[in-house]
Nanobody, 125 residues
Framework: VQLQASGGGLVQPGGSLRLSCAAS????????MGWFRQAPGKEREFVAG????????YYDDSIKGRFTVSRDNAKSTFNLQMNSLKPEDTGVYYC???????????????????WGQGTLVTVSS
């Protein structure tokens, strides 16, 4: 499974960005797709996740109500719509795929099997 993230860039506070992750390869045994981010000098942290099968979504409390995760099964892509961006949202955003993820592990980076290369999001005036 290969993942390719795109859509990052520079945006002013309060602005929006839409990240996309294109997946290729054998996705049939990857049940969950996730978005993580890593700010300079900080550990990678969970942002959002979504189940391929039923679309169930998960969000970190810091972005609830501002970010929306979605998937397009036919195109093997999943997206992260980010609104009302804040400077603290700055970081490299990674997409990931996991095969054996359950609700209690969806926030754990170690639970994911495949990772994209990351796309930089900078929120600054």
């Amino acid at each position: 499974v290969q993942l390719q993230a795109s859509g990052g860039g520079l945006v002013q506070p309060g602005g929006s960005l839409r990240l996309s992750c294109a997946a290729s390869g054998l996705l049939v045994n990857r049940n969950t797709m996730g978005w993580f981010r890593q700010a300079p000098g900080k550990e990678r942290e969970f942002v959002a996740g979504i189940k391929w099968t039923n679309g169930a979504s998960y969000y970190d409390d810091s972005i609830k109500g501002r970010f929306t995760v979605s998937r397009d099964n036919a195109k093997s892509t999943f997206n992260l719509q980010m609104n009302s961006l804040k400077p603290e949202d700055t970081g490299v955003y990674y997409c990931a795929a996991g095969a054996r993820i359950i609700s209690s592990t969806v926030t754990l980076a170690s639970a994911y099997d495949n990772w994209g290369q990351g796309t930089l999001v900078t929120v600054s005036s």
